[in-house]
């Protein structure tokens, strides 16, 4: 085993604990969230936003999206905003402890220490942060692919919109994993702008400052553009544009789900190059 794989393991290894609460956390949401939909079913637009349409853009009902139908109501309740947040907050806190994580204790310094390159290190770490994006985003997608038939979610419904009867179709394993799947690309996203900046300065509070207050105001530039009209031109910066306004778990995965990728290619490129070519910081 090459000491890059070495160094990849043992991250895994130290943060099975951290993953196993953190998939279980999310695990637990989803299906809760899941087992509300017999209660809810009959819930509408209007009785959710109070005909508000800023509400309407902080819970992502656009486009006629039906609340009570199985896909709306877990586009509301779940992918709009509750597990795309979860995989974003878990997405930062490892790209942070990738590298800034271990310098700010003093760590990293003892393991340059050994036979391992600074590469082989960034490698390793950006390389576990993806595992385990993916392990925790499966399992999630797994438990309420396996949810669907339990509350019902698999299930057609009709409902009569202006005297017209509409009927939703039932949410399939398909539409899991293309939500999930955006979800996940949101968080690969800012997990690549968290490892660039605990890269380049090796500071973990301002990483995770920096890159929280990205995420959020990524959000909130969104949502107040949605309810003032205003500032538009700046939503192209915040991933919230493409992924509510697409809503891919109702919708199908669409080209723009490529663009945290990107992100986080070049995210990783960029801390990989600062890493090398910077002194470490003193603990």
Do not use: C, H
């Amino acid at each position: 085993m090459s000491a890059a794989a070495k160094v990849y393991v043992r991250w895994l290894r130290d943060r099975l604990l951290s993953t196993t609460v953190w998939t279980a956390s999310l695990v637990v949401t989803v299906v809760a969230t899941a087992a509300f939909y017999p209660a809810l079913a009959d819930i509408s637009t209007e009785e959710i936003t109070g005909g508000s349409e800023a509400m309407s853009s902080v819970l992502g009902l656009a486009n006629g999206i039906d609340p009570g139908s199985p896909l709306g109501y877990l586009w509301i309740g779940l992918y709009a905003n509750i597990f795309p947040w979860m995989l974003m907050a878990l997405g930062i806190a490892l790209g942070v402890a990738a590298i800034a994580g271990d310098e700010d204790t003093g760590t990293l310094e003892y393991l340059l220490s050994k036979p391992v390159t600074r590469t082989g290190v960034a490698i390793a770490r950006f390389s576990g942060l993806v595992t385990i994006l993916l392990i925790a985003s499966a399992l999630s997608a797994l438990s309420l692919i396996v949810s669907l038939p339990l509350f019902d979610l698999d299930d057609s419904v009709t409902s009569t919109v202006n005297g017209v009867s509409v009927t939703s179709p039932g949410a399939t394993a398909a539409d899991v994993f293309n939500g999930t799947f955006a979800s996940f690309a949101v968080a690969m996203g800012i997990a690549g702008v968290a490892f660039l900046l605990g890269s380049a300065t090796g500071r973990k509070g301002l990483a995770m400052g920096t890159s929280s207050g990205i995420a959020i105001g990524g959000y909130v530039l969104y949502t107040l553009s949605n309810m003032t009209g205003s500032l538009e031109a700046l939503t192209w910066i915040s991933p919230w544009r493409w992924y509510v306004d697409e809503a891919m778990l109702i919708n199908g995965l669409a080209p723009e789900v490529l663009i945290p990728f990107a992100t986080a290619t070049v995210g990783f490129l960029a801390g990989w190059l600062l890493f090398l070519r910077r002194d470490l910081q003193n603990p």
